[in-house]
């Protein structure tokens, strides 16, 4: 069964850092999305990404943010000075495209728990 | 404003008894509802989408109740297997809009 796949499983960094996330989608999928999780909290949108570029950002994707989708198949969370409320789990998501009035599902990664210190 | 409340729980239930989870949505706008399972410091993963007219998978059933803004879901006989946080969820924006996640309602079967 095709799966999203996210790199590393667990990030520790230090506060100020940059960081990247790693996510590769499922491949025929055209809609790609970052959350995350803080601990004990909801699952929270970011930013979504359609047609290489950002459809939709959050309050909480400001300038420390930021995608890419470098070459058609990795797509990437950049943190670029990590703040220790960074400390989450962001979960990278992709879907294809709706067809025929019918929605469809997005699929998770399973997650890459990112802790600042 | 685009809010998803839902019962925080948690719920603890023995094995084979029925359970409901209700939700709620502030956006009129919204256009596609779901619910998803997330297991312990899993990802979330999808249930079941809801449908105006209602849906049954199995033991679930989900219900959707546009008038009202509110998303319930169902499980009956329940097992030591479905303990999990059952999240409610909602498509704002049309195909290319983003999942609006609840905070989740905490299910524990016990035998």
């Known amino acids: 069964e095709p799966e999203v796949t996210q790199t590393p499983s667990h990030q520790v960094t230090q506060m100020g850092q940059e960081v990247i996330l790693r996510c590769v989608p499922i491949?025929?999928?055209?809609?790609f999305y970052w959350y995350r999780q803080i601990l004990g909290q909801k699952v929270e949108f970011l930013v979504s990404f359609y047609n290489n570029e950002i459809s939709e950002k959050s309050e909480i994707f400001d300038d420390q943010f930021s995608v890419e989708r470098p070459d058609g198949s990795n797509f990437t969370l950049k943190i670029r000075s990590t703040k220790l409320e960074d400390s989450a789990m962001y979960f990278c998501?992709?879907?294809?495209?709706?067809?025929?009035?019918?929605?469809?599902?997005?699929?998770f990664g399973q997650g890459t728990r990112l802790t600042v210190v | 404003r685009k809010e998803v409340e839902q019962d925080p729980g948690p719920f603890n239930v023995p094995e084979g008894a029925t359970v409901a989870f209700n939700c709620t949505y502030s956006n009129s706008a919204s256009q596609s509802f779901f619910w998803y399972r997330q297991d312990c410091r899993k990802e979330p993963k999808l249930l079941m989408s809801?449908?105006?007219s209602g849906n049954e998978d199995g033991r679930f059933t989900a219900q959707l109740n546009r008038a009202s803004q509110y998303i319930s879901l169902l499980i009956r006989d329940s097992k030591l297997s479905d303990s999990a946080t059952y999240l409610c969820v909602v498509r704002y924006g049309g195909s290319q809009g983003n999942l609006i996640f609840g905070k989740g309602t905490k299910l524990s079967v016990k035998p």
């Open positions: 809801v449908y105006s």
């Open positions: 491949s025929n999928h055209l809609y």
């Open positions: 998501a992709s879907r294809s495209l709706q067809g025929y009035g019918k929605d469809t599902e997005a699929f």
